[in-house]
């Protein structure tokens, strides 16, 4: 990962702004694409996430800000004068013509020889395993195989980078996860920059290198799978990706990088930096690092009683009412740290695993001073 | 400065295509359409000069013309001959489309295809087939008197240019109404008699208020044209009933009275207008087409 | 037993929208049979059938140069006037579907003239006009008049199905390294194809069988097929024009039976490549 990030950025947003009307789409974001990266958009449907791949690939205006691919300003610059190729959600084949003709349409546009055209085309049918099909008509194939033509006559011209705007979305579930092994092995294989656009958080995790998280216009955290879910910076992120248990807290001291919080459940004491004395903040803690004990533990004073504990096969997942009501959810596999309904626990976690974040209210400020009197995005 | 000159270009890039390819449609409607429409409105209000001509002087003797008896009579003939065609091109059509909408595949394509040929056999030779039929001479006389009966003198009626036009206009009233009811999606018949409504019930609270559009759509494209169509009055009446359609044509032709013919056809176009105003209040002019 | 009843029941009420049918297209087609009897009729005064002849056809191909040259005037028309039609209708569609601009809606309301106005008006409204700049009725005319009524439906036809396009369609186009141009003359045009066929069809028809228009706008020299006959049908029709209808109708016949045959033919082509 990091000889990536040595590397100059493939394609650089910087400041972009995207407004429909008054409505604010995209709102200020900054982020470097590196060559030969998996990039993932991922957020909920409205975030922003398709709207900033189009304007890459020049589908969009972009209403301030800059767009670079590999150091060229590509403001002005039509779809067809830019070196990127996108798969769209809807395949978007071209019905009149068969496969090899769709496969073969951005080589024509380059004045391709025949024979050349007829060469590169039987060999990215063969990459995506669709040698024999060439003179099947869109409407006679199947969804997968629909995607893998999309597929094939978008990497066919060699792009510097493939955008794919939500390309699994149509597919049943099984198919969708060969599918995501399937792309994560051509994207591998070929070394082209992918930027994937989804809103499903198991394939993001599943396929890319880094992801960035994207809410109402602004990314709220960039990195990889572990950092987003062992760290996330946000509330949102906490939320959005997995399940976590989030607490409010307000910090009560802060004594040699250790943290002494207040919360309604109790009070806690964790390792972080970086908060300052009363300030609001959130805790976060995944389900699975929840431990329970029937004594206090040093440090912990979160007393709660079993409501229910459900078997789901590999993982237990209890249910935990605190003492202002507050359910905890915590998983563990069945031969863990156990106890029947109704028992009175004490919950506690290891050291650095959970995380504290800083409440939004500063950020809604940045929002505002950012946009420079434009709405704020809900 | 130099965000104004990009969008500059941005906006070249697309007006260019856009004239290009609007104007001919746009040149060509304005040309042969507004120009003399709007020419037709101008002599509307000018003067009858002699042997035919237009005499550039501004009048309302046309429009104070059509306010003769005579004419007011012809003008209230015209629109119930088309208001009777209308409702009898409905009464016919409805079961008809409903007919069509009922059949599938291979069989819908024949009665489709069926109901377009006929467009394709010229249309004055298959009024004249019924001229033949029902003329007082005619097929159906003959037989009306080999069974011993008197001959009935079917032609040179007003009945008999509604039937005329009726037989002219049918299609226009089929397709809309075919059209809606195809649209219907089938499960809503269900849906109704699974809530228990009778068949009758099932069409008076599903069936009929969807196809309204279809109704109104064939509504009018039968009305407008039965307005003006001067020929289907010529053959069917015999010359004994004057339409409007063929009093404009007539001020045109053999009376050179242009200024009057304008006037006529602007009272034409104005009473259509109204009707198409009414229309827009209850129906979308979008399923006119 | 209830089921059966029902199924029963069912299919009588089927009989009787057939009944419905039946009878309708017997009103429209009974005129169009009696053509056909009477152009092989011995009588020349059409009144009683007095026995079969072929002699309406002999002089039809030997003598009558007028109605042949009529049907040339009318098929040249409706080809000139269609081909224009669906040329400039087109591109008016696809522009009229991608941007927006000033003077749409003026656009769009022009479009509706021509069918909310009776074709009386517009007829009288085109002699009016070329009589005002001194232009002589000719074959010119004529398509320039046919033309304008026949762009609107164009359009209409065209319209739903250019708005049925998936939008990314032509991005990706776009996406692939096709200019506008190169989008619109690989991709949206090729895809709308069916439906220009659909409105040409359309133009055809309107313009082959139109009387009221035609008769405004044929010169002396262009009498299209309708209106040669309307100047008969008020007086003696004589039956070779009713052999030429037969003809013609055979010809129709023949033309809708091969367009049918080689859909159908390519539909089995389809189905076979989708079952290999």
Known sequence: MTEKM?????????????????????????????????????????????????????????????????????????????????????????????????????????????????KKVREVLELVQLTGFERRKPDQMSGGQKQRVAIARAIVNNPRVLLLDEPLGALDLKLRRQMQLDLKHLQQQLNITFVYVTHDQEEAMTMSDRIAIMNGGVFEQIGTAEEIYEHPKTKFVADFIGESNIFETSIHAVEEKMLKLIMEQGDVTVREQGFEVNEIAYLCVRPENIKISEFPVEGFNLKGIIKENIYVGSQIKTTIEMINGYLVKKTAFPDGDMKPAGSIVYLYWDDGKSVLMHTKEDKIYNYIESAEGGSIPS | ????????????????????????????????????????????????????????????????????????????????????????????????????????????????????????????????????????????????????????????????IVFGMVYAFLPFMVLPINNSLSKMDPALLEAASDLGAKKFRTFCRVTLPLSIPGIFSGTIQTFIPSLGAFYIADIMGGGNTMLLGNLIKNQFTSARNWPSGAAFSVVLIVFTLIVMKLYNKVGNPEDLV | MKAAAKAGKEKKNGYGYDLIAYTVYAFLYLPILIVIIYSFNKSEINVNFTGFTLDWYKELFSKDRDLWQALKTSLLLASYSTIISCVIGTFATIAMHRYRFPGKQIIENLLYIPIVIPEIVIGIAFL???????????????????????????????????????????????????????????????????GIIASA??????????????????????????IKIYGMVRGKISPDVYGQCVIIMLGTIALVAAAMLILSANARRTKRIQSN
């Not at chain 1, 900054?30 to 304007?55: H, P, V, W």
């Not at chain 2, 746009?26 to 035919?52: D, E, Q």
Request: glycine share 6%.
């Open chain 2, 1 to 160: 400065m130099k965000k104004e000159k990009k969008k500059k270009v941005k906006n070249q890039n697309h007006t260019l295509p856009l004239l290009a390819m609007i104007s001919p449609t746009v040149i060509w409607l304005f040309l042969f359409l507004v120009i003399s429409l709007v020419y037709i409105i101008v002599i509307s209000f000018m003067t009858k000069g002699p042997f035919g001509t237009i005499k550039w002087m501004p009048s309302l003797q046309s429009y104070i013309d059509f306010l003769n008896p005579v004419y007011l009579k012809v003008f209230r003939k015209s629109v119930e001959i088309a208001a009777l065609t209308t409702v009898f091109c409905l009464l016919v059509s409805y079961p008809f489309a409903m007919a069509l909408s009922k059949t599938t595949g291979k069989k819908k394509m024949l009665f489709m295809i069926l109901l377009v040929l006929p467009f394709w056999i010229n249309g004055l030779i298959r009024l004249n087939g019924w001229v033949n039929i029902l003329r007082e001479t005619g097929i159906l006389n003959s037989l009306l008197m080999k069974i011993g009966l008197q001959p009935i003198n079917f032609m040179y009626t007003d009945g008999a």
């Open chain 3, 201 to 226: 069809l359309m133009s055809f028809t309107l313009s082959i069988d139109d009387v009221t228009i035609s008769f405004f706008a044929a010169g002396p020299e262009n009498t299209t097929l309708p």
């Open chain 1, 6 to 118: 040595d590397k100059k950025p493939i394609i650089s947003l910087r400041n972009v702004i995207k407004k429909y009307g008054e409505n604010l789409v995209v709102n200020k974001i900054n982020l470097d694409i590196y060559q030969g990266e998996f990039l993932t958009l991922l957020g909920a449907s409205g975030c922003g996430k398709t709207t900033t791949l189009r304007m890459i690939a020049g589908f969009e205006d972009i209403t301030e800000g800059e767009i670079f691919l590999e150091d060229e300003n590509m403001a002005g610059k039509p779809p067809y004068h830019r070196n990127v190729n996108t798969v769209f959600q809807s395949y978007a084949l071209f019905p009149h013509m068969n496969v090899f003709d769709n496969v073969a349409f951005g080589l024509v546009e380059k004045k391709m020889k025949k024979a050349e055209i007829r």
């Open chain 3, 128 to 194: 009016a006009t070329m009589s005002m700049f001194g232009i002589n009725m000719s074959m010119t005319t004529l398509v320039i008049s046919h033309v304008t009524f026949c762009v609107p439906f164009v359009i209409f036809t065209l319209r739903p199905r250019i708005s049925g396009f998936d939008a990314s369609i032509e991005e990706a186009a776009m996406d692939l390294g096709a200019n506008q141009w190169h989008t619109l003359k690989r991709v949206t045009i090729p895809m709308l194809v069916p």
